[in-house]
């Protein structure tokens, strides 16, 4: 079936530093790939999302770049902060489906002061 | 505007006993959606509503899980018999604009199950 990977599944960078986090998925017509945060104990929330006509879309210190052809996509967080730790999930839409989504297994992010 | 809305927020119960969980979504959203979420991975859709029918239900365990959206509004969704593996935050999520096919899906709280 389809699936979206998600690497790494833990990451730890210093307050500061850069953070990125990469998802592959399977069905080459997906077309819309959202970015949730979860925090521990509480709902996801979404954070930014791309959609297949464009290549990059930014907002503030976060940023998702899509590759269509490579069938991957990537969420970039700079300038990390400690309120940025928490789990980070991608998803990616399916054909077919009406707005189903299909979730990668997360990214645990801690940011160290 | 007011968020998706459930409870009850943490439910223990024994193996083959019965639970029911309860959603409602943000006001005049009409698509719906039951996630389960295990420990350590994603969320994965159990059942999704267009209004109060039935658009995707191919992950869900028929046999034990059942859901309903009466009156394209509030949704229940319950187990009977459960089982260990049931153990899972359940979530329910709602987006709006009825029609649109990508459209963000918004999150509630969820409900922490464990099965004893």
């Known amino acids: 079936g389809e699936n979206v990977e998600q690497h790494p599944s833990t990451l730890s960078v210093q307050e500061g530093d850069s953070a990125v986090i990469k998802c592959t998925y399977s069905?080459?017509?997906?077309?819309?790939f959202p970015w949730y945060k979860q925090e521990l104990g509480k709902r996801p929330q979404l954070i930014i999302d791309?959609?297949?006509?464009?290549g990059e879309k930014k907002d503030q210190r976060i940023a998702v770049t899509l590759n269509k052809t490579a069938k991957h996509f990537s969420l970039h967080i700079t300038e990390t902060q400690p309120e940025d730790s928490a789990v980070y999930f991608c998803?990616?839409?399916?054909?077919?489906?009406?707005?189903?989504?299909?979730f990668g297994a997360g990214t645990r992010l801690a940011v160290h002061p | 505007e007011a968020g998706v809305a459930q409870s009850p927020r943490y439910k223990i119960i024994e193996k083959r006993q019965s639970v029911a969980f309860w959603c409602n979504p943000i006001?005049?959203?009409?698509?719906l959606y039951w996630y389960q979420q295990i420990l350590g991975q994603g969320p994965k859709l159990l059942i999704q509503?267009?209004?109060?029918?039935?658009?995707?239900d191919s992950q869900l365990p028929k046999d034990r899980f059942s859901a309903e959206r009466l009156k394209g509004v509030d949704s229940t969704l319950k187990i009977q018999p459960a089982k260990l593996e049931d153990s899972a935050v359940y979530l329910c999520?709602?987006?709006?604009?009825?029609?649109?096919?990508?459209?963000?899906?918004?999150f509630g709280p969820g409900t922490r199950l464990t099965v004893l």
């Open positions: 999520a709602s987006s709006g604009l009825a029609g649109v096919f990508t459209d963000t899906q918004y």
């Open positions: 069905d080459s017509a997906s077309n819309y």
């Open positions: 791309i959609r297949s006509n464009v």
């Open positions: 998803a990616a839409s399916l054909s077919g489906g009406y707005n189903k989504l299909i």
């Open positions: 006001s005049g959203h009409a698509t």
């Open positions: 509503f267009q209004n109060n029918g039935v658009v995707d």
